[in-house]
């Protein structure tokens, strides 16, 4: 069965670092997505993109963040220098043209800010 | 303001009960509703969705859910749990409309006792 798949699965950083956090979405899928779940905290939206475009973004995602769809097959979350407090797990989740509505969700990276 | 709550945060039932996982939802029209299962060290799977005609639905692994508009809930059920169910539970709820935010509650931890 297809699947997300994240890398890597878990991040070190220092303060004040750039991370990259890697997702490969379902081939298919069109709708890409970034959440965050800080630890014992609820899971939160980022951004959606489609059409190499931003569709919405929540508050969170401020001008630290970036998102790419670099080639066909990778969509990245850039975080630029990085604070403690994001400290987090990201997830990526895509969707298909067909279902929209219907994430699928990777495995989430682990990013620890020191 | 949108939210999900999740009353219960951990919730431990023996093998073989039955099983309710409550949840609750603000939003301002009718959402689209979904229940996802994450397991240690996994991402979030999907376990059933709601969006639109008969208000009790059937998803994976044995579980249903029912959507009580009135109540503006949509509560998971599973008539007898086995001891594979103990992982953490989230209600999401998201528009009507492709590419946008899902909202999630902050999870039940479900414990399954021998």
């Known amino acids: 069965e297809p699947e997300v798949t994240q890398t890597p699965s878990h991040q070190v950083t220092q303060m004040g670092q750039e991370v990259i956090l890697r997702c490969v979405p379902i081939s298919n899928h069109l709708y890409f997505y970034w959440y965050r779940q800080i630890l014992g905290q609820k899971v939160e939206f980022l951004v959606s993109f489609y059409n190499n475009e931003i569709s919405e973004k929540s508050e969170i995602f401020d001008d630290q963040f970036s998102v790419e769809r670099p080639d066909g097959s990778n969509f990245t979350l850039k975080i630029r220098s990085t604070k403690l407090e994001d400290s987090a797990m990201y997830f990526c989740?895509?969707?298909?043209?067909?279902?929209?509505?219907?994430?699928?969700f990777g495995p989430g990276t682990r990013l620890t800010v020191t | 303001a949108q939210s999900v709550t999740q009353p219960d945060i951990h919730i431990t039932v023996s093998e073989g009960a039955s099983l309710e996982l409550r949840c609750n939802y603000s939003y301002g029209a009718t959402p689209y509703l979904f229940w996802y299962v994450q397991s240690p060290g996994q991402g979030l799977q999907l376990l059933l969705k709601y969006f639109s005609g008969d208000t009790l639905v059937q998803g994976i692994k044995g579980f249903e859910a029912e959507f009580k508009r009135s109540q503006s809930s949509f509560n998971l059920r599973k008539p007898s749990v086995h001891w594979s169910d103990a992982a953490e539970y989230f209600c999401?709820?998201?528009?009507?409309?492709?590419?946008?935010?899902?909202?999630f509650g902050k999870g039940t931890t479900l414990s399954v006792s021998s």
């Open positions: 999401a709820v998201g528009a009507r409309q492709a590419g946008t935010a899902l909202i």
């Open positions: 989740a895509s969707s298909e043209i067909a279902d929209p509505y219907e994430q699928y």
